[in-house]
């Protein structure tokens, strides 16, 4: 399937575009010879064309995941000065504002994708010609489209709270001026009803990698409720995706990030990218069909033999020294999250490696899990990197389980244990460094458990806001910083209201 995403951007861009422009409902697009939904959604093969075109906007979210680190003490921005990406450098710094081009390419996305979901929605009954389209699977098909919703919804309600909530229907242009912001609860809830409607139609296992399955709605709606403190019920919902022994934890914690471990044993769910076909637009929110971010993490000016794996890129994102102290000695994720350049090129002499230092906020480390690696990319290279987004992990259903069994009604401290101490085990290979706190201070365990688990991987924002423990970020400005601000320009042209302070 991830050969399949950018194909299908520039018709659905075409379709969406054209269809805006049908204003009067005696008005038939056809008269002008103009493409409209009235032309889609005829057969089966469109409406699977169309939900592998709903997975699409997800590939272009990729700076959600460098905010949910940059934002915090686990990395600074980089780049070549103060001005290099304003967007980046003023959310490092808190002085960010309603007008940040990154916060507006999330928006945007989140809405295309919903809006994407929402036109199969209105057509899941009738086709726009008023014929029931019938195949087997379809049930399961919009089970995705389910799933797909509740994820954008998601990731704008972690990023901006209060947010426009529709699930009938495509919006047009005119519909612009009645959106209203909905109660972060209320759009919650409509998370919730789209997993669990996703839950009872999706497959447990997928013939195609990276399409949904059942676990990984499972494991989401386990994530939402965890955000909204709804632990008792959390803890079920993750505990089916551990009694379905279908995830296991590698061995090899650094295999996971590398082109060789996507879709592997630890993967509930990824949001996958390709190089197959190097389509690049530097000017658009598309850009390529690759993951742009593996480009920002990459040491400005990299140069070294064949024999070097890596590949040079921006120097943005750096971890701080802060996340280097906070793993403990024998810890083998330090070595794969955090790439030393000058002890790694210390220690491979023969690469005659030669870089230049990050221009800007520089300290000497980088994000290797996503690195730019060599022979990983095609075309415009800065635009087609293959790497997946590895968004939910088994090691993150295994945390969260061990969260949500701690606060539980009920805690059960035996399972929190034995969830947290599985993902331990596996980053120091022995059973020495296991956790026997109970309490607050095993609720603290996992919570620092998860920032070294998931460093660089867009977590740790989030994680610091939800419980309530932004006192670690530097900047932060409580009763503001909680959720960023709503694009000025969706402001202007909508009329809703702004968060707080901004």
Known sequence: MKHTYIKLVGLFALIILLSSCKKWVDYNPREDFRISELDYLKSEEDYRTMTVSAYTPMQWMTYMVMIGDIATDNSVSGGENASDVLSFQQIDDYTHTPVNANLTEIWQAAYEGINRCNYLQQYKEQNPDGRQIVFAGKDALYGEVYFIRA?????????????????????????????????????????????????NVLPATQVQKGRITKHAALALLGKVLLYQGKYTQAAEKLQSVIDANAFSLVNNFGSVF???????????????????SPYYNWGG???????????????????????????????????????????????????????????????????????????????????????????????????????????????????MAAEAYTKSTTPDISKAQNYLNQVRRRAFGDTQHDITATGDALYQAILEERRLEFAMEGERFFDLVRTDQTSKITGFVKGKHEVFPIPQREVDISGISQNNGY
Request: proline share 4%.
């Open 285 to 399: 929110v598309t850009r390529g069909q690759g993951n742009l971010a593996v480009q920002m993490c990459g040491i400005r000016g990299l140069n070294g033999s064949a024999a070097m794996p890596y590949a040079s890129g921006w120097s943005f994102n750096l971890p701080t020294q802060n996340l280097v102290n906070a793993f403990e000695a024998g810890d083998s994720r330090k070595a794969v999250t955090i790439l030393d350049i000058e002890a790694y090129k210390n220690a491979n002499p023969s690469f005659g490696i030669t870089y230049q230092v990050a221009p800007y906020k520089n300290t000497g480390y980088y994000n290797q899990k996503y690195h730019p690696r060599k022979n990983e990319t095609s075309g415009q290279v800065e635009l087609n990197y293959l790497n997946n987004y590895r968004t939910i992990r088994y090691a993150d259903v295994l945390l």
């Open 258 to 276: 590398l082109s060789s471990g996507e879709n592997g044993p630890e993967s509930v769910f990824e949001i996958q990218y390709s190089n197959t």
């Open 151 to 199: 994820y954008y919804y998601f990731s704008l309600v972690k990023m901006f709270g209060d947010v426009p909530l529709f699930t009938d229907r495509r919006l047009s242009l005119s519909d612009s001026k009645k959106l209203q912001r909905s109660p972060k609860a209320s759009v919650y809830q409509q998370i919730e009803t789209d997993l669990n409607n996703a839950i």
